[in-house]
Protein backbone atom coordinates (compact mmCIF):
# COMPACT_ATOMS: atom_id res chain seq x y z
CA UNK A 1 0.00 0.00 0.00
CA UNK A 2 1.48 3.64 -1.12
CA UNK A 3 1.79 6.26 1.86
CA UNK A 4 1.67 9.49 2.07
CA UNK A 5 3.39 11.47 -0.30
CA UNK A 6 5.10 14.86 -0.43
CA UNK A 7 6.89 16.86 -2.56
CA UNK A 8 9.09 18.69 -2.80
CA UNK A 9 11.53 16.82 -0.14
CA UNK A 10 13.48 20.47 0.51
CA UNK A 11 12.87 24.06 -0.76
CA UNK A 12 14.94 26.68 0.06
CA UNK A 13 13.57 30.24 -0.94
CA UNK A 14 14.11 34.18 0.09
CA UNK A 15 12.04 35.89 2.59
CA UNK A 16 9.30 37.44 0.79
CA UNK A 17 8.57 34.42 -1.97
CA UNK A 18 6.14 32.65 -2.07
CA UNK A 19 6.11 28.53 -2.04
CA UNK A 20 4.34 25.58 -2.31
CA UNK A 21 3.76 21.85 -0.81
CA UNK A 22 1.89 18.90 -2.24
CA UNK A 23 0.46 16.34 -0.44
CA UNK A 24 -1.59 13.29 -1.83
CA UNK A 25 -2.84 10.66 0.98
CA UNK A 26 -3.24 7.41 1.45
CA UNK A 27 -6.47 6.12 -1.08
CA UNK A 28 -9.17 5.91 0.65
CA UNK A 29 -8.48 8.38 3.52
CA UNK A 30 -11.14 11.30 4.14
CA UNK A 31 -9.38 13.14 6.50
CA UNK A 32 -6.10 15.02 5.71
CA UNK A 33 -3.90 17.28 7.77
CA UNK A 34 -1.15 19.47 7.37
CA UNK A 35 1.47 20.51 10.12
CA UNK A 36 4.28 22.27 10.79
CA UNK A 37 7.21 20.69 12.84
CA UNK A 38 9.99 23.89 13.68
CA UNK A 39 13.39 22.71 14.39
CA UNK A 40 13.12 21.46 18.12
CA UNK A 41 9.69 21.21 18.64
CA UNK A 42 6.66 18.93 17.96
CA UNK A 43 4.42 19.02 15.23
CA UNK A 44 1.50 21.81 15.35
CA UNK A 45 -1.73 21.40 13.53
CA UNK A 46 -2.37 24.05 10.52
CA UNK A 47 -5.12 22.72 9.04
CA UNK A 48 -7.59 19.71 8.92
CA UNK A 49 -9.66 18.66 5.94
CA UNK A 50 -12.83 15.88 5.89
CA UNK A 51 -12.88 15.25 2.11
CA UNK A 52 -12.81 18.95 0.55
CA UNK A 53 -13.91 20.73 3.83
CA UNK A 54 -11.83 22.59 6.70
CA UNK A 55 -12.57 21.21 10.03
CA UNK A 56 -9.83 23.43 11.65
CA UNK A 57 -7.67 26.18 10.31
CA UNK A 58 -7.67 27.92 13.84
CA UNK A 59 -3.65 27.61 13.62
CA UNK A 60 -2.92 28.75 10.29
CA UNK A 61 -1.66 32.19 9.89
CA UNK A 62 -3.91 32.92 7.16
CA UNK A 63 -2.85 36.45 6.19
CA UNK A 64 0.40 34.23 4.16
CA UNK A 65 -0.96 30.34 4.32
CA UNK A 66 -3.73 28.76 2.47
CA UNK A 67 -3.96 25.66 1.96
CA UNK A 68 -6.93 23.38 -0.25
CA UNK A 69 -7.70 20.34 -0.81
CA UNK A 70 -9.76 20.16 -4.71
CA UNK A 71 -12.32 16.87 -5.02
CA UNK A 72 -11.51 15.82 -1.35
CA UNK A 73 -8.07 13.84 -2.52
CA UNK A 74 -4.45 15.79 -3.14
CA UNK A 75 -3.80 18.97 -0.89
CA UNK A 76 -1.88 21.90 -1.60
CA UNK A 77 -0.42 24.37 1.10
CA UNK A 78 0.88 27.72 -0.27
CA UNK A 79 2.92 30.37 1.92
CA UNK A 80 2.83 33.84 0.06
CA UNK A 81 5.15 35.90 1.26
CA UNK A 82 7.71 33.58 3.29
CA UNK A 83 9.09 34.75 6.39
CA UNK A 84 12.48 33.83 8.31
CA UNK A 85 9.72 32.27 10.72
CA UNK A 86 8.31 30.06 8.21
CA UNK A 87 11.99 28.06 8.14
CA UNK A 88 10.30 24.23 9.26
CA UNK A 89 9.42 20.52 8.16
CA UNK A 90 6.09 20.73 6.54
CA UNK A 91 4.00 17.40 7.26
CA UNK A 92 1.34 16.02 5.94
CA UNK A 93 -0.81 12.94 7.15
CA UNK A 94 -4.02 11.36 6.51
CA UNK A 95 -6.03 8.88 8.30
CA UNK A 96 -9.26 6.67 7.65
CA UNK A 97 -11.40 7.68 10.54
CA UNK A 98 -12.16 11.00 12.59
CA UNK A 99 -11.81 12.21 15.89
CA UNK A 100 -12.49 9.19 18.37
CA UNK A 101 -12.83 7.21 15.69
CA UNK A 102 -10.68 3.70 16.56
CA UNK A 103 -9.57 3.85 12.83
CA UNK A 104 -8.20 7.19 13.47
CA UNK A 105 -4.40 6.30 13.15
CA UNK A 106 -2.86 9.29 11.60
CA UNK A 107 -0.01 8.17 8.51
CA UNK A 108 2.39 10.90 7.95
CA UNK A 109 4.60 11.77 5.09
CA UNK A 110 8.07 12.26 4.83
CA UNK A 111 7.62 15.81 5.45
CA UNK A 112 8.94 19.01 2.86
CA UNK A 113 11.94 20.78 4.39
CA UNK A 114 11.79 24.16 3.89
CA UNK A 115 14.66 26.91 4.32
CA UNK A 116 14.14 30.49 4.04
CA UNK A 117 17.14 32.58 3.85
CA UNK B 1 -5.34 24.47 26.14
CA UNK B 2 -4.02 21.21 25.64
CA UNK B 3 -0.49 19.95 26.28
CA UNK B 4 2.28 17.46 26.18
CA UNK B 5 5.27 17.63 28.31
CA UNK B 6 8.19 15.25 27.14
CA UNK B 7 11.65 14.85 28.60
CA UNK B 8 14.50 16.67 27.04
CA UNK B 9 16.82 14.68 25.35
CA UNK B 10 19.08 13.10 23.89
CA UNK B 11 18.90 10.24 26.05
CA UNK B 12 21.90 8.20 25.48
CA UNK B 13 21.98 4.42 26.36
CA UNK B 14 23.82 1.39 25.54
CA UNK B 15 22.50 -1.76 23.97
CA UNK B 16 19.89 -3.95 26.09
CA UNK B 17 19.61 -1.52 28.63
CA UNK B 18 15.96 -0.12 30.31
CA UNK B 19 14.74 3.12 29.02
CA UNK B 20 11.99 5.49 30.09
CA UNK B 21 10.94 8.39 28.33
CA UNK B 22 8.77 10.63 30.70
CA UNK B 23 5.45 12.14 29.44
CA UNK B 24 3.05 14.15 31.33
CA UNK B 25 -0.44 16.07 29.84
CA UNK B 26 -2.67 18.76 30.67
CA UNK B 27 -5.95 18.20 28.82
CA UNK B 28 -9.66 18.69 29.71
CA UNK B 29 -11.42 15.45 29.71
CA UNK B 30 -10.25 11.68 29.23
CA UNK B 31 -7.89 12.55 26.24
CA UNK B 32 -6.58 9.13 24.30
CA UNK B 33 -2.89 9.32 24.35
CA UNK B 34 -0.41 7.81 21.65
CA UNK B 35 3.73 7.70 21.48
CA UNK B 36 4.97 8.28 17.67
CA UNK B 37 8.25 7.66 16.56
CA UNK B 38 10.16 9.35 13.79
CA UNK B 39 13.38 7.17 12.72
CA UNK B 40 16.22 8.69 10.81
CA UNK B 41 14.73 10.22 7.23
CA UNK B 42 11.59 8.77 7.56
CA UNK B 43 7.79 9.96 8.82
CA UNK B 44 6.09 9.72 12.24
CA UNK B 45 4.43 6.67 12.94
CA UNK B 46 2.28 5.80 14.97
CA UNK B 47 4.38 3.44 18.24
CA UNK B 48 1.37 2.79 20.48
CA UNK B 49 -1.85 4.16 22.30
CA UNK B 50 -4.34 4.27 25.26
CA UNK B 51 -7.71 5.15 24.88
CA UNK B 52 -8.58 4.96 28.89
CA UNK B 53 -7.23 5.14 32.12
CA UNK B 54 -5.34 2.49 33.18
CA UNK B 55 -4.80 1.07 29.74
CA UNK B 56 -1.86 -0.01 28.94
CA UNK B 57 -0.47 0.51 25.31
CA UNK B 58 2.54 -2.28 23.75
CA UNK B 59 4.26 -2.47 20.13
CA UNK B 60 7.76 -3.85 19.73
CA UNK B 61 8.63 -4.02 23.15
CA UNK B 62 7.37 -0.68 23.75
CA UNK B 63 5.04 -0.41 26.67
CA UNK B 64 3.07 2.62 28.17
CA UNK B 65 0.38 2.93 30.70
CA UNK B 66 -2.21 5.51 30.59
CA UNK B 67 -2.22 7.24 34.63
CA UNK B 68 -4.93 9.53 34.83
CA UNK B 69 -3.43 9.99 38.57
CA UNK B 70 -0.54 10.99 37.74
CA UNK B 71 -1.64 12.75 34.29
CA UNK B 72 1.47 10.90 32.49
CA UNK B 73 2.27 8.27 29.58
CA UNK B 74 6.01 7.39 30.01
CA UNK B 75 7.30 5.18 27.50
CA UNK B 76 8.98 2.39 28.64
CA UNK B 77 11.29 -0.84 27.17
CA UNK B 78 12.97 -3.29 28.70
CA UNK B 79 15.99 -3.47 26.63
CA UNK B 80 17.13 -1.14 24.03
CA UNK B 81 18.60 -1.82 20.70
CA UNK B 82 20.40 0.04 18.16
CA UNK B 83 17.53 0.22 15.78
CA UNK B 84 15.46 2.30 18.08
CA UNK B 85 17.79 5.33 17.90
CA UNK B 86 15.13 7.33 16.91
CA UNK B 87 12.65 10.99 18.00
CA UNK B 88 10.04 9.64 19.86
CA UNK B 89 7.00 11.78 20.21
CA UNK B 90 4.00 11.59 23.63
CA UNK B 91 0.76 13.02 21.79
CA UNK B 92 -2.80 13.71 22.90
CA UNK B 93 -5.62 13.61 21.37
CA UNK B 94 -8.11 15.90 22.10
CA UNK B 95 -11.75 16.72 20.27
CA UNK B 96 -10.52 16.88 16.96
CA UNK B 97 -6.35 17.18 16.70
CA UNK B 98 -3.26 15.89 18.00
CA UNK B 99 -1.20 17.96 20.42
CA UNK B 100 2.65 16.39 19.97
CA UNK B 101 5.41 16.79 22.94
CA UNK B 102 8.57 18.52 21.74
CA UNK B 103 10.32 14.87 21.07
CA UNK B 104 12.96 13.15 22.64
CA UNK B 105 15.73 11.99 21.00
CA UNK B 106 17.08 8.34 21.54
CA UNK B 107 20.34 7.04 20.82
CA UNK B 108 21.07 3.64 21.46
CA UNK B 109 25.24 2.60 20.88
CA UNK B 110 26.00 -1.12 20.58
Known amino acids: EAGVAQSPRYKIIEKRQSVAFWCNPISGHATLYWYQQILGQGPKLLIQ????????DSQLPKDRFSAERLKGVDSTLKIQPAKLEDSAVYLC???????????????FGEGSRLTVL | GDSVTQMEGPVTLSEEAFLTINCTYT??????LFWYVQYPGEGLQLLLKATKADDKGSNKGFEATYRKETTSFHLEKGSVQVSDSAVYFC?????????FGKGTMLLVSP
Open chain 2, 27 to 32: ATGYPS
Open chain 1, 49 to 56: FQNNGVVD
Open chain 2, 91 to 99: ALEGYSTLT
Open chain 1, 93 to 107: ASSFGQAFDSRRELF
